[in-house]
């Protein structure tokens, strides 16, 4: 059995049905894996997340010796709320040569391609393995648990081909990423008795406004990392949350931020100096008019940077199967940069363009599914 655009649209028509936003459950869309992959008589490994309500799926086609591939990708969409879509986000509608729905390009149309190859992996002198992990979106918090069992249960494999978006270019740098919460606890009175609150609302103001500052600082004064657009460790605050009434001096606000952290610009000294700001410039004048006010900044979840590597394995393969000789490196985060902490040769290279991911209408071409798909298949017989 040969695939082809048709199988590929078929297989992504069911996985984009699957309502996989991070903020549910990802079983369903692992279970029609597990069974289209026992279809071919291929085994499949799951690690589950702590609530048992998601989970990784690690699976092996192939000979259980060294030197395979591993092809990684993330089950998980953002929220499409708020956004106006021309069609049911979560039914893959096609026109004008496009490929409609939540995930097509971001990135479930990678997984379809190598599901619907599965067939064609026989013969293989060296494995493929499949490696689909939860919650990348949300910042990367499968991947670990996912990486350990690669560690564990598989021999050493030569390469691993993360397949974000990336219109088909191989990247071999990212940056990483750390995703943190601020609570300001301030002091409630009458909002006619100024002088007897901490307003949390404005000290969170005043603290947004100074990571803004940073991040002006940085975009003006570096470190660079020249082959990233922008080439700048980034911060940005995306919620704010805070007050009960406009006539009470708020008593919390909390806000969450992220820090897009190039390899030359770490994001622990960012946070530590925030927290050092917070303590010495800010709390000393919230704790003189109400002893309990405090500013409290929480790391939920980060992951490292995809640093490159001259001397990468993973690199000058995806190199040989795309047909180029340049590589490209991206200011987004993904799961490669983990990988490559474990110390496994990591590269990204998938079809579609990062402009749609994320977007209302998510689309990607059948130009690029077709490109994916010669890819994976070049991959399958340089393995044989």
Same mark, same amino acid.
């Given at each position: @059995? !040969? ?8 297989? /992504?028509?069911?996985?984009?049905? &699957? ?15 597990? +069974? ?8 499949? +490994? ?17 000979? @259980? ?33 496009? /490929? ?9 149309? &990678?997984?379809? *391609? ?6 064609? @992996? ?9 490696? &689909? ?24 494999? $030569? ?14 740098? +990212? ?28 000290? $969170? ?18 470190? &660079? ?8 460790? !980034? ?9 009960? $009434? ?15 952290? *190039? ?84 590269? *990204? ?30 991959? *399958?017989?340089?393995?044989?």
């Amino acid at each position: @059995m !040969t695939a082809g655009l048709a199988q590929v649209q078929t297989l /992504l028509e069911r996985l984009v049905a &699957f309502d996989t936003v991070s903020r549910n459950s990802n079983l369903e869309l692992i279970d029609f894996v597990r +069974h289209w992959l026992a279809r071919y008589g291929v085994a499949s +490994h799951l690690v589950t997340s702590d609530d048992g309500e998601k989970a990784n799926l690690l699976a092996t086609v192939g000979p @259980m010796v060294p030197g395979g591939v591993v092809l990684s990708g993330h089950t998980d969409v953002v929220p499409v709320d708020g956004q106006r879509w021309s069609s049911d986000p979560f039914r893959l509608t096609e026109r004008n040569g496009r /490929l409609y729905g939540r995930g097509t390009c971001d990135m479930k149309c &990678f997984l379809a *391609i190598a599901l619907a190859l599965v067939p064609e @992996m026989r013969g293989l002198k060296r494995p493929v393995h499949l490696a &689909f992990s939860y919650d990348e979106e949300i910042g990367c918090r499968g991947a670990p648990g996912l990486i350990e069992a690669i560690r564990v249960r598989l021999p050493p494999p $030569a390469a691993v081909i993360v397949g974000e978006p990336t219109g088909m270019d191989v990247v071999s740098a +990212h940056k990483g990423i750390a995703v943190l919460r601020t609570v300001v606890t301030g002091h409630e009175a009458h909002s006619s008795q100024t002088h007897r609150g901490v307003s949390a609302v404005t000290t $969170a103001a005043r603290l947004i406004a100074h990571l803004d500052d940073l991040a002006r600082h940085r975009a003006v004064a570096g470190p &660079f990392a020249a082959a990233i657009e922008p080439p700048q460790t !980034t911060i940005h605050v995306g919620t704010v949350h805070g007050g009960t $009434a406009v006539n009470i001096i708020s008593r919390e606000c909390r806000f969450e931020w992220d820090i897009r952290a *190039i390899a030359e610009d770490p994001p622990e000294p960012i946070v530590e100096a925030f927290r050092r700001h917070c303590a010495e410039r800010v709390e000393p004048g919230m704790k003189r008019i109400a002893p309990g006010c405090s500013v409290a900044t929480k790391v939920l979840v980060e992951a490292p940077p995809l640093a490159h590597e001259q001397a990468n394995p993973a690199l000058e393969l995806a190199c040989r199967l795309a047909g180029v000789d340049t590589t490209t490196q991206v200011p987004f985060a993904a799961e490669a940069g983990l990988f490559q902490r474990a110390g496994l040769a990591s590269v *990204i290279c998938g079809p579609g363009s990062i402009e749609q991911a994320h977007q209302p209408d998510e689309y990607i071409t059948l130009e690029q599914v077709q490109a994916g798909l010669e890819f994976q298949r070049r991959l *399958i017989a340089a393995l044989c």
